[in-house]
């Protein structure tokens, strides 16, 4: 029996360490989509060339949550938001004094006012009366397709402009000429 000891012991690590892998490969959906929205909303604060813990990102997320909030007080068919009202003046007094609180703290806050504005902004009759749909985008490596594209829609679509206009006629090659480029050439090499 003593013998059989060290295998028992060591399978039942062995199971622990499988459990723990698994729960690591299959998270909570969840919690993968409040990281990717917190993801985003620190993406967003970093292109206006701030943190989302930094004081003047908590203040802005408080005011944009009060305009959202007194906009739909406004709106027909609204339902009973006196909750999220009431959470939304703690988290107004929370941000208030921000100077005194730490980074994590901080951060912390400025997701749960994100997180507020976001119910607020899903539960808007207007917003949730049809399907909405969320895209993530990746930047292309052949980002010059899309450039080319919209040059194309923009100038090469229009049938009056380019080398198809029947208004101009396409210019034949020239015969070969021993002078070209002519000295008169903007386009000559300066030698």
Not at 82 to 93: N, P
Request: include cysteine.
């Amino acid at each position: 029996m003593i013998r059989s000891l060290p295998t028992v012991v060591c399978l039942l690590l062995l199971s622990a360490v499988v459990r723990v892998q698994a729960a690591q490969a299959s998270p909570d959906p969840a919690a993968a989509m409040r990281a990717a929205v917190e993801t985003d909303w620190a993406r967003q604060e970093h292109r206006l060339g701030r943190t989302p813990q930094s004081p003047e990102a908590i203040r802005a997320a408080v005011e944009r949550a009060s305009r959202l909030l007194n906009d739909l007080h406004t709106a027909e068919n609204m339902p009973d938001l006196s909750a999220e009202q009431a959470l939304l003046q703690v988290l107004g007094r929370q941000a208030a004094n921000v100077s005194a609180l730490d980074d994590p703290a901080r951060l912390r806050l400025y997701n749960n006012i994100r997180a507020l504005t976001r119910k607020l902004a899903l539960s808007n009759p207007v917003v949730t009366s049809r399907p909405l749909i969320f895209m993530q985008r990746r930047r292309a490596v052949g980002y010059m397709l899309y450039e080319y594209l919209g040059w194309y829609y923009a100038y090469g679509y229009d049938p009056t402009n380019g080398a198809k206009n029947p208004q101009f006629s396409t210019p034949q090659p020239a015969a070969a000429s021993t002078s070209w480029p002519s000295p008169a050439d903007p386009c000559r090499r300066r030698s």
